[in-house]
């Protein structure tokens, strides 16, 4: 009940920088908590970083803390991954997702609502 459409991905060199949105659309997500997953080729799923829709508190998983950014727009019911100094090891899928309640969680297994994914490559 919560569709999530993502877009933004694409490929980028080393160094470089991507946003990636996710759109909720005709709903409202106070109480709800987004968050950013990647799954690289041949590995699994890891959470990227997520943010609490009410308040705006974020947490970040240590590989990516300082240079991606969640940001949200309670207007247009979107959410924002900025990744800046873009490294290779960052070419994965990256999947917007959502659940309900107001503190971030690292668990996939916590979020009810995904979006379908978008590919980002970082090329060297």
């Known amino acids: 009940q919560v569709p999530l459409v993502e877009s933004g991905g694409g490929l980028v060199q080393a160094g470089g920088s991507l946003r990636l949105s996710c759109a909720a659309s005709?709903?409202?997500?106070?109480?709800?908590?987004m968050g950013w997953f990647r799954q690289a080729p041949g590995k699994e799923r890891e959470f990227v970083g997520g943010?609490?829709?009410?308040?705006?508190?974020?947490d970040y998983a240590d590989s990516v803390t300082g240079r991606f950014t969640i940001s949200r727009d309670n207007a247009k019911n979107t959410v924002y991954l900025q990744m800046n100094s873009l490294k290779p090891d960052a070419t994965a899928v990256y999947y917007c997702?959502?659940?309900?309640?107001?503190?971030?969680?690292?668990?996939?297994?916590?979020?009810?609502?995904w979006g379908q994914g978008t590919q980002v490559t970082v090329s060297s």
């Open positions: 997702a959502a659940r309900r309640g107001r503190l971030v969680t690292m668990a996939g297994a916590t979020y009810g609502y």
């Open positions: 005709g709903r409202t997500l106070s109480s709800y908590t």
């Open positions: 943010i609490s829709w009410s308040d705006g508190s974020t």
